[in-house]
């Protein structure tokens, strides 16, 4: 038996482009932040919330765009393809809550596996600003993404509203005279 469900093929191109950037954004991090570097010399792992943003900041504002923005705009499109690979519309509270717990297990896991690569230490900040990044690009970007699916469900993939029959313009609602009631 063949499941019926609704919304059409644009509800899949959007689930399907997002299931693909969403990969391909997930192997660009896990490339970038899981290589090997060769360098002389390794700080230790930094498990002080909120310590590294406080030398970036004392460092600069080159240091602290690079070192806080870099780590904001990690794990930032994970805001909007988490829920465009879902491919349906949800509530924005419950969306926004679902995408920045997966974004911060993503930077956890990301996190316990760095010490293990030479080169790379952990860095509870890091956490930090990868889940604040992505819970801001949802914020920000949710609605529109949640009322272009919305309008993909509806139109049933074809572009054109879907008309149903209690739509149809039926004219006037007839008007009966009232009828007294027995005693």
């Known amino acids: 038996m063949q499941r019926r469900h609704r919304g059409g093929s644009a509800v899949h191109r959007i689930r399907t482009a997002g299931l693909v950037l969403l990969c391909c954004h997930l192997l660009f991090v896990g490339w970038l932040t899981l290589r090997p570097l060769s360098v002389p010399w390794v700080a230790p792992a930094n498990l002080r919330p909120f310590a590294s943003i406080h030398a970036d900041l004392v460092s600069g504002p080159r240091a602290a765009l690079e070192g806080i923005g870099g780590d904001l705009a990690l794990l930032a499109p994970l805001g909007v393809l988490l829920p465009m690979a879902a491919g349906r519309p949800a509530s924005c509270l419950g969306s926004w809550a679902r995408t920045v717990f997966a974004a911060a297990m993503v930077s956890l896991g990301i996190e316990l596996v760095q010490p293990a690569v030479p080169g790379q ?32 469900e509806d139109d049933g993939g074809s572009g054109a509203p879907v008309r149903r029959p209690d739509d149809e313009d039926r004219g006037a609602t007839p008007r009966t005279p009232r009828v007294g009631i027995a005693p």
């Not at 230490?121 to 609605?143: K, S």
């Open 121 to 152: 230490v952990a860095n509870v900040d890091t956490l930090l600003l990868n889940t604040l990044g992505v819970a801001l690009v949802h914020l920000l970007c949710y609605p529109a993404l949640r009322a272009r699916l919305r309008a993909a």
